[in-house]
């Protein structure tokens, strides 16, 4: 009976409607406007505003972001500087100035100019009235300003002018940010790629916006060509550096999101001091901070997806764990070009079979076959069962082809605990004791058998 006499009381009807606002209020989800309690549209955010069309593009995939720098590297190298007078200045000769509200009155340059003058006036109502019209005229008169903050005789002037184009400016990127954030198409520096290559949405927007204040270079560079993206890397680089060590300011999802945007031009050279310091970056809160964003995580694996992809990596085994920890699929071609060196240290060799097992599929098990004569060492020795085992290169590509064939492990006598599903199987769990080499041989032996076998069975089918 109390259960029937709660369910029909209307105030208790209103409390729990406005927990559960409460708990969405929580979660960034506003409530709609026919619900009781959201009839108050003009309090929105200008966030909240957000036009549902720019909410619905969506991120590129991983494998179509380099394209995008490649193109735009191409349109820097043909683009042409735009014409400049003989002066160097194609307003030079612009006396006068419209006034920014739409009236007929006309400014002229001289007027600017006297205005600038009065900024060092002695008495203090002059000096105020000259700011309240430079700050009324708005941003047409930036150029005379910040001319006057780097020219005029009077120190005092100097000061004042430095100070009026500070707010005007502030004024005026307060504004467009504002109508950015509430879904309306502003320039900015970059955006157009960035939305292009990250897609559109609140936290999408939120997040350009600070990665402007902070990396107003790299917006600038994302238009340009890799060489203006090497330059913004190095010098990002050094910034984020700068506050990690000097400031004690951890990075932020911003300085993530810079580099790995950067780090999308494949045509860009990285060295390996710059890839070290890309993965000392993605160690830090911020990584896990843009994971866990429902909005940001897909952009974010994509941007992930597309640097793990580049074949000039330095530090392949750096990069091949992390791509397993990660889970990202896109360095199955790292993996497979790892193969390809005969060279290559044995223990990213075997780090490369991992990934394979992990991410590919039978059409990589031929690659993998090649590597089952390889006896190098890719684990240290240690101690199993009584016995000192070591794992070789042998039995990662023999552990590898197991898994590529859907088998396993335990079929080829092999350590079934050593399958994992996030790492493929672990190194030192596949070892064989070094005083029984016949056990390791008999595998090896037997996965060659299959081999034979399968490529045997699929000749014949070929031949009916």
């Known amino acids: 009976m109390t259960l029937n006499n709660a369910s029909c009381n209307p105030r208790r009807h209103d409390v729990a409607f406005a927990f559960l606002l409460g708990v969405l209020s929580l979660f960034g989800i506003a409530a709609s406007a026919d619900e009781p309690g959201s009839d108050d549209a003009d309090s929105k955010t200008p966030t909240a505003q957000l036009a549902p069309a720019a909410l619905a593009q969506p991120h590129l995939p991983s494998d179509k972001i380099a394209a995008v720098f ?7 190298a043909g683009r042409e500087e735009p014409p400049n007078d003989s002066s160097g200045n194609s307003n030079a000769d612009n006396d006068d100035i419209q006034k920014p509200d739409g009236e007929q009155k006309i400014i002229s340059a001289s007027d600017i100019a006297g205005l600038v003058d009065q900024l060092g006036w002695t008495e203090f109502a002059v000096r105020e009235q000259a700011t309240a019209k430079l700050r009324e005229i708005g941003k047409l008169v930036l150029p005379a300003l910040r001319q006057a903050e780097q020219e005029h005789p009077d120190l005092e002037v100097r000061m004042r002018a430095a100070d009026v184009a500070a707010g005007i400016e502030g004024g005026v990127a307060a504004g467009r940010i504002d109508a950015f954030l509430a879904g309306q198409d502003v320039h900015l520096d970059g955006w157009e790629i960035a939305r292009q290559i990250l897609g559109d949405g609140i936290r999408i927007r939120e997040l350009f916006v600070d990665f402007s204040m902070r990396h107003g270079n790299v917006a600038v560079a994302l238009a340009g060509s890799s060489q203006q993206r090497a330059d913004a890397l190095a010098a990002t680089i050094i910034a984020i550096q700068r506050g990690t060590f000097v400031e004690r ?3 932020t999802e911003a300085d993530v999101i810079a580099l790995l945007l950067l780090a999308n031009d494949h045509d860009m050279p990285i060295s390996n001091v710059e890839e070290d310091a890309i993965f000392t970056t993605l160690r830090r809160e911020a990584t896990s901070k843009l994971l866990s964003d429902a909005q940001l995580s897909g952009p974010f694996r994509a941007l992930l997806g597309g ?54 599929d039978q059409a990589n098990i031929a690659s993998v076959a090649k590597l089952l004569s390889d006896e190098r060492p890719a684990s240290e020795q240690q101690y199993s069962g009584g016995s000192l085992v070591q ?52 595998v090896i032996e037997k996965v060659q058998q299959e081999l034979t076998a399968e490529k045997s069975s ?5 031949e009916r």
């Open 307 to 360: 640097w793990v992809s580049r074949d000039d990596v330095s530090n392949r085994q750096e990069m091949l764990y992390f791509s397993l920890t990660s889970d990202l699929a896109e360095t199955l071609p790292l993996a497979l070009n790892t193969l390809a060196k005969p060279d290559e240290n044995p223990v990213t060799l075997a780090m490369a079979l991992q990934a394979i097992a992990r991410f590919g």
């Open 391 to 442: 794992a070789q290169v042998r039995d990662a590509a023999a552990a590898a082809v197991i898994l590529l064939s859907d088998r396993s492990l335990g079929d080829f006598d092999m350590n079934e605990n050593a399958s994992h599903p996030k790492y493929g199987f672990i190194v030192q769990e596949i070892g064989f004791p070094i005083d029984a080499p016949e056990l390791r041989s008999q």
């Open 458 to 462: 699929r000749d014949e089918s070929l």
């Open 249 to 251: 300011r951890l990075p």
């Open 70 to 76: 490649r193109t735009l590297s191409q349109a820097a």
